[in-house]
């Protein structure tokens, strides 16, 4: 008898030891990510062939107070950073700093910006970031730096919806870490993280999109939850409202649909009432049910 206690409380000793050695894991992790991504963000690195040198003009004019339409020149302030500060990963330019040369007009990649083909919601929320920061660390010389400390920082916010959507979800151990870290650890998304690109946001729209989509689908709860996280990821630039913000158009326009007594065909469909939407093949969870899988209809 004294044995199987014994062996009953190691085990649960060494799953608790695995438990909380993933969330150690995961924490320092995330610090070394952070302070990782923090500095290289501050280093004046070259603009990116991304777009990053329209994503920054875009970010100066918004400082200044207003916002870029189509076709605008690219600003003096921009070309500044340039020539005398970071130069260009990719197109060359031989232009001295502060030279006759360094004018907007005379960009071999162009003078005009397209930086509004994203909505202002990024940068605005650059520009908040950039009064904070500036009030607390101080001005830097060239702001490029401050809007790219920014984007790693919501990268990070990213990595942190990740982890709490996976705990939130139940994973646990190595899923835990999976769930958290997975989503970010592409070569594309640290790229995003340390430079100025409303894509920095990637890993938080995805985040917010997937864990209360997965909820969702498992419950049958939480569509409005669902709703507002695609909205908010609609709003942060167009390559998330493409995918996000027609899938939450199309869902609202078949709720629409069934409550005026249209009946679809296919194998999904919204279901009508106050529950907001679930999968035709799962029914919507009883009042008295916790979570987990609805109940099937046959």
């Known amino acids: 008898m004294r044995s199987h206690r014994s062996s009953t409380r190691a085990t649960h000793v060494v799953a608790l030891l695995a438990a909380w050695s993933s969330v ?71 232009a001295g700093c502060h030279t006759k040369e360094s004018r907007p007009a005379n960009i071999p990649s162009g003078s005009f910006t397209t930086g509004y083909i994203h909505y202002p919601t990024y ?5 908040v970031f950039r009064q904070v920061h500036d009030r ?33 979800l139940g994973l646990r151990r190595s899923s835990l870490l999976a ?61 998330s409202s493409l995918p996000g913000g027609v899938f939450l158009l199309a869902c609202l326009l078949g709720m629409a649909a069934r409550w005026r007594g249209h009946e679809f065909a296919g194998g999904w469909a919204p279901a009508g009432g106050t529950r907001a939407c679930w999968p035709r093949s799962w029914s919507p969870p009883s009042s008295s049910s916790v979570s987990g899988p609805a109940t099937a209809r046959r």
Not at 60 to 88: L, M, N, S
Not at 123 to 127: C, K, N, S, T, W
Not at 197 to 222: D, K
């Open 24 to 94: 150690a894991v995961l924490v320092g992790t995330v610090a070394l990510m952070t302070v990782t991504s923090w500095r290289v963000a501050g280093e004046g690195r070259p603009f990116s062939l991304l777009d990053e040198t329209v994503h920054a003009d875009t970010a100066f004019k918004v400082h200044h107070g207003h916002y870029p339409f189509r076709g605008a020149q690219i600003d003096q302030e921009t070309v500044d950073t340039w020539t005398c500060y970071t130069g260009h990963g990719y197109v060359k330019w031989s």
């Open 123 to 127: 940068f605005l929320g650059g520009e």
């Open 136 to 168: 607390i660390l101080g001005a830097p010389r060239f702001a490029v730096d401050t809007y790219r400390q920014y984007a790693a920082v919501v990268n990070l916010l990213g990595v942190l919806a990740c982890a709490a959507m996976a705990w939130r």
């Open 179 to 239: 769930g958290a870290l997975a989503p970010v650890a592409a070569v594309g998304i640290l790229q995003f993280s340390i430079m100025v690109n409303p894509m920095s946001a990637a890993p938080l729209c995805g985040a917010l999109i997937a864990g209360f989509g997965i909820r969702w689908v498992l419950s049958g709860r939480g569509f409005w939850w669902l709703a507002a996280a695609t909205a908010f990821a609609a709003g942060i630039a167009v390559t």
